[in-house]
């Protein structure tokens, strides 16, 4: 086991926060009991994508950050290590991180914390922003596809960076002693490049306005975090985003939004398992797409609060179409889980995935259990069935796990799923919270089963 350890997933029903390490497990795989009815509420943790992000800004503020309602997940755990990495020190408490970098003094990150999380990309703009200088390798491909950082790297240039890439490592030097004010407009509204811009300018010389920027809920949470340090920023949330720079920020203590994508996955948990479960703390409004997707179908959604939503499963669904698109369009973290819902509804749904162009292995894990899903390019045709059987399956990636995972839930007989690194990367103890609504399901070392 190495360094401190922040994360554990644990076998038992309790949800507590437990800070250990989840990345030197042995292989395991998760059993999932299928048939299962569900019942009762469900607590979401804080947004993983907020946190990373906000994780990479405490790099901004040369004092103590206190970040509240961070999800115990292993993307966490890469951060707090590549953080650290830098010269960052940080304790944790229950589910908050202090994170003091007074003494960021390094500008290179180690390729072997980058190379599995792309997010670990995003240090690149306040690295740059607070020491002229950062040197961080590319994240490379990933399971979902190439994703490139070439918006990341022209906005950098037009805020006064000199960027050269050499053996797969980003090397960025501010021109003049800070970065500078200036108008750029990005070709696609990318989450990440949206992010590490608003970062970087925060602490540039003047005015910097991004057009076409990201409106994801997770940009207007690292704004308002940074606008917490005392940064400038107007328009988060907006397709332009303006900020005037400041000479430096301070410390505050932030609480993360609850995680959008999480809520919307026991959403589809109620609904696949013809159940009804309280999902809660949730924000109403990040959980638009999702929302509308379920009632088209027949689910039954009920605001019981403004922070609680009740799902209410039917024994039969329509089918509907598809698109992932940036927000306030439906969600591709969404695309795998409402995918398996749709094979168990009825008639001819199609689900076309447009913002990564890898992201449809899933097709053939859900076929194994007995889907019918026709692949065409980016297009999913799929065919409702009657049911679907529990199989040994693979997770592919962070989201297609979730949705193997609700597929066996909703299966006849018992599903074995492996690739369980992926389901750490981003649910907080996702099984313990299943269990708690009624769900059997749990790991065994690979081979023992
Ligand atoms: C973030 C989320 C991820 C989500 C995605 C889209 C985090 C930590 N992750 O990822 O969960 O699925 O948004 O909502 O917040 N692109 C380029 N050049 C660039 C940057 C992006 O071509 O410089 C492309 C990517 O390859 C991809 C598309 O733009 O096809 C969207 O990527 P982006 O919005 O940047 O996603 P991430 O920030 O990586």
Sequence with gaps: MRGKDIFSVKQSNSIQPILINGQDRPESVLRIKGKATLSGYVPISGAKNSTLAIMAATLLCSGTSRVRNVPAIVDVQKMIDILRAVGVKITSDHNALDIDA?????????????????ASFFVIGPLLARLGVARVPLPGGCAIG?????????????????????????????????????????????????????????????????ENCAQEPEVIDLA??????????????????II???DQLHSCEFGIIPDRIEAATFMVAAAITRSTISISPVIPDHLTAAIAKLEEIGAKVILESDRCIRVEGQPRYHHTHIE?????????????????????????????????????????????????????????VVTGVSSLCGAPVMATDLRASAALVLAGLAAEGETQMQGLHHLDRGYDQLEAKLRNLGATLYRQPLGSE
């Design 102 to 118: 007074k003494d960021l003094s390094e500008s290179h990150v180690p390729y072997e914390l980058v190379n599995q999380m792309r």
């Design 146 to 210: 190439t994703r490139p950082v070439d918006l990341h790297v022209k906005g950098l240039q037009a805020l006064g960076a000199d960027v050269i890439i050499d053996q797969g490592i980003v090397q960025a030097y501010a021109r003049q002693s800070r970065l500078q004010g200036a108008k750029i407009y990005l070709d696609y509204p990318s989450v990440g490049a949206t992010e590490t811009l608003m970062m970087a300018a925060t602490l540039a010389v003047g005015e910097t306005v991004i």
């Design 224 to 241: 308002n975090f940074c606008i917490s340090m005392g940064a400038k920023i107007y328009g988060a949330g907006t397709k332009t985003i």
């Design 244 to 246: 005037e720079g400041v």
């Design 324 to 380: 992932t698109l940036p927000y306030p369009g439906f969600p591709t973290d969404m695309q795998a889980q409402f995918m398996a819902l749709l094979t168990l509804s009825e008639g001819n749904s199609t689900v076309k995935e447009t913002v990564f162009e890898n992201r449809l292995q899933h097709v053939a894990e859900l076929c194994r259990m007995g889907a019918n899903i026709m692949l065409q390019g980016n297009i999913a």
